[in-house]
C-alpha cells in the first residue's frame, strides 16, 4: 500500500490554514502512489476538528483526545503509533515550528527518512520511491532528494499547496493509542502574546521596510527620513528587530505581523520565505535590492537593482 | 553542568554563480559560522559567565571538513572553552548531509560528552533543515524544546523553562526536564564580537579531531536516507517591472508611481 498520513495542526482550538493545505498535497500524493488519504489530529477538540478536516480526497481521519492543546510527546506517541496501525508509506506535517517541534523526533522514532520545508513532491515511477523538491543553499538553488525507505517524513512548507475544499465522506474514528504519561516530559505552562506598542503596523496604508541591507544603525536615519516625507510607517525584516534597533511589534514576517498595505516598499530586504510570508498580500510591492536574484523580486511589482544609500535619499529628495 | 553546542560552518552564495553537478562551484562560495548557532554558543557562554567559569564547561561539535577550523575557531573566541570536529570520507562523499545522519554522529559525540543540556541553532542559514537539534535529542532519548527565544534553567538543574517563538508573535512556556535540547531562535541575545584576547586564546585551545571510527561508527551505520539527484538554479517566479538608469532617475519612476497612489501627496 502507498497510503499517505497527514499530522495536522492547531492552537489554543483553532486548526491551522497550513493543516487544509496539508489535506491538498495529501490527496495529490495518495492519487499519484495510488493510495488513501488518512489524516491525525491529536489534542484539543479533535471531532469539532474532524468534522472541518473532512473534505474532498480524505478517506479517514484517526481522533486521539489527549489533552487541551499541542504537546510534542503526546503527538510523537500518538502519530507514531497510527503509523504502526496504518503502515502508510508518507507521512506529511507542515514545515511550521510545532511541525520542526515533532516530525524530526517521529522521523527518528520510526527509523524513518526526514525531508523537511518541500515545496515540491512526487513519486519515481520505476521504483516508487518519493521524490521531494526543496531549496537549498539560502533559496538560492533548489534541488530534488531521493528518499529511501518507509514511510517516508515529509514537512512541506506553508502557502505552497491550496487549501482543500468541500466536503468528503472520510470515516472518523478514535484511534486505539495509548499514551505513556512518563515518556511526557514536556509540560506547556501557558501562553505569551508579544507586546504591542504604539503603532500598528497591519494597519499602514503605506509601510517603509528595511532590512539587513541597511548595514548599520545609524543608516536608519535615511528610513526615517523617507518616511516622513512619505507619511509612511516604518517596518522592518526580523534582523533588524534581532538586532534590537527596532521594537519587536514592526517586525513583519512569519513570527510578527502580517501586514496588507496599499504599498510596500521593501528596502534591502532579500524576501527570505518567512518575511514574504508577512507581506505578499501588500497590493503593491516595491523593491529596492542590489541582488537581482533575490528571492524579493520574485512578488515585487516593481524593482531598483541599485544601492538603497543612493536610492533612498535621491527617493526622499523627490518628495522634499 | 556541562552545555554542549552543535556548531555548524555554513556557506553563502555569491550574487552570481554557476552550479557545477550537485553543488554551487566552489568558486561562488565563501563559508562562515551559522548564525543561528552564534546565538547558541551566545546563550551558553552567557551561561557559563552567570554561574561561574569554573562550574560551567562549554563544549562545541562540529560535522564539518578540516575547513570549518575557522569557524570553530571563531566559537572559541566568543567564550567556548573547547571543541570537537568530526568529518570521514563517508560524510565527503555524500551528495547531501541530511539531519538525520548529522544527528546520528551529533549523537555519538553526545554520549561520551554526557552533557546537562544541549543547544543547537533552529536551522542553517544554507539548507536549512531546521530539524537537526529535535531529531538530536529523539536519537539521545532527551526532552527538547524548538525554536527558543528566552531560556532559563532552575537552580537545581533539573529543568529548562523556555519561550518558545510560535508563528504570528505568540510564545508558548514550557517546561521540559534536563538532560535536554533546545534549538536557539536569532535575537535570544546579543551575540559578542570576538575581542582580541578572545581570538589570542582560541588558538590555544582544544579542538579535537575525530573520525567516524573513533566515535564507533562504521560508514556503513550511518543511516543516509536521501540523495540528492538535481540541483539547479530555480526560474524566477518574478515580473517585476524593474527601473534602470542612475538612482536619481530610479528615484524619479518611483516617486511618481507613489504620487499616482496618492503617497506623499
Known amino acids: 500500500m502507498s497510503d499517505v498520513l497527514a499530522v495536522a495542526e492547531h492552537r489554543r482550538g483553532e486548526l491551522r490554514d497550513v493543516s487544509l493545505e496539508l489535506l491538498t498535497a495529501g490527496a495529490d500524493l495518495a492519487a499519484e502512489a495510488g493510495g488513501d488519504l488518512h489524516v491525525a489530529v491529536v489534542s484539543g477538540p479533535v471531532e469539532e476538528f474532524a468534522e472541518d478536516l473532512n473534505r474532498e480526497g480524505v478517506d479517514a481521519v484517526h481522533t486521539v483526545a489527549h489533552g487541551d492543546d499541542y504537546n510534542h510527546d503526546v503527538l510523537v506517541q500518538a502519530v507514531a503509533g497510527l503509523v504502526d496501525d496504518l503502515d502508510p508509506a508518507y507521512v506529511l506535517a507542515p514545515n511550521s515550528v510545532n511541525g520542526l517541534d515533532s516530525a524530526p523526533a517521529l522521523a527518528q522514532r520510526l527509523d524513518a527518512p526526514l525531508v523537511t520545508d518541500a515545496v515540491g513532491l512526487a513519486v519515481e515511477e520505476d521504483e516508487g520511491d518519493l521524490v521531494v523538491t526543496r531549496e537549498l543553499h539560502g533559496g538560492k538553488t533548489e534541488g530534488t532528494l531521493a528518499v529511501d525507505g518507509t514511510p517516508a517524513v515529509v514537512t512541506i512548507r506553508p502557502a505552497e499547496w491550496p487549501a482543500a475544499e468541500g466536503n468528503g465522506d472520510a470515516d472518523v474514528s478514535a484511534a486505539d493509542v495509548a499514551i505513556d504519561e512518563d515518556g511526557v516530559r514536556t509540560a506547556v505552562t501557558g501562553y505569551q502574546e508579544v507586546a504591542g506598542g504604539e503603532v500598528d503596523i497591519s494597519e499602514a496604508e503605506v509601510l517603509v521596510s528595511v532590512g539587513r541591507g541597511i548595514e548599520e544603525e545609524e543608516n536608519l536615519d535615511i528610513i526615517e527620513d523617507l518616511a516622513d516625507a512619505l507619511d509612511a510607517t516604518i517596518s522592518a525584516s526580523r534582523p533588524i528587530v534581532d538586532n534590537g534597533w527596532l521594537p519587536k511589534d514592526r517586525q513583519v514576517g512569519q513570527s510578527g505581523k502580517v501586514v496588507t498595505p496599499e504599498v510596500y516598499i521593501a528596502i534591502g530586504i532579500s524576501g527570505a520565505v518567512q518575511h514574504v510570508a508577512g507581506m505578499k498580500g501588500a497590493d503593491t510591492i516595491v523593491a529596492i535590492n542590489t541582488d537581482p536574484n533575490a528571492p524579493i523580486y520574485d512578488i515585487a511589482d516593481f524593482g531598483i537593482e541599485d544601492d538603497l544609500f543612493d536610492v533612498v535619499p535621491a527617493l526622499t529628495e523627490q518628495f522634499s | ?265
Not at chain 2, 553546542?5 to 550537485?22: A, I, W
Not at chain 2, 505568540?170 to 531562535?185: K, R, S, W
Not at chain 2, 546579543?190 to 579542538?207: D, F, T, V
Request: proline fraction near 3%; aromatic fraction near 4%.
Open chain 2, 1 to 265: 553542568m556541562k552545555i554542549l553546542v552543535t556548531v555548524s560552518e555554513v556557506s553563502s552564495v555569491d550574487e552570481e554563480f554557476e552550479v557545477d553537478g550537485l553543488d554551487v562551484d566552489e568558486r561562488y562560495l565563501s563559508y562562515d559560522l551559522n548564525e543561528w548557532d552564534d546565538y547558541a554558543v551566545e546563550e551558553a557562554v552567557q551561561y557559563a559567565e552567570e554561574h561561574g567559569e569554573d562550574e560551567v564547561e562549554v563544549v562545541t561539535v562540529t560535522v564539518g571538513p578540516e575547513r570549518a577550523d575557522q569557524t570553530i575557531r571563531q566559537a572559541l573566541a566568543k567564550g567556548a572553552d573547547r571543541a570537537i570536529r568530526v568529518w570521514g570520507d563517508a560524510l565527503a562523499d555524500a551528495t547531501v548531509l541530511d539531519p538525520r545522519t548529522k544527528a546520528q554522529i551529533l549523537a555519538a559525540v553526545a554520549s561520551d560528552e554526557d552533557p546537562d543540556l544541549v543547544l543547537s541553532g533552529v536551522q542553517t542559514g544554507d539548507d536549512s533543515w531546521g530539524a537537526t537539534g529535535v531529531t538530536l535529542a529523539a536519537e539521545l532519548d532527551f526532552g527538547w524544546a524548538a525554536v527558543v527565544n528566552a531560556l532559563e534553567v532552575d537552580d537545581a538543574e533539573t529543568t529548562a523553562s523556555v519561550h518558545r517563538e510560535l508563528e504570528g508573535g505568540l510564545e508558548e512556556l514550557t517546561d521540559v526536564d534536563l538532560p535536554a535540547v533546545c534549538t536557539i531562535q536569532t535575537g535570544i541575545n546579543e551575540p559578542r564580537y570576538a575581542s582580541l584576547r578572545g581570538i589570542r586564546q582560541a588558538q590555544n585551545k582544544p579542538l579535537d579531531e575525530q573520525t567516524l571510527a573513533d566515535l564507533g561508527l562504521e560508514a556503513g551505520d550511518l543511516v543516509m536516507p536521501l540523495e540528492l539527484t538535481d540541483l539547479y538554479e530555480p526560474e524566477s517566479e518574478g515580473d517585476a517591472t524593474i527601473w534602470e538608469g542612475s538612482a536619481e532617475d530610479t528615484a524619479a519612476d518611483l516617486a511618481e508611481l507613489l504620487r499616482e497612489k496618492g503617497v506623499g501627496a
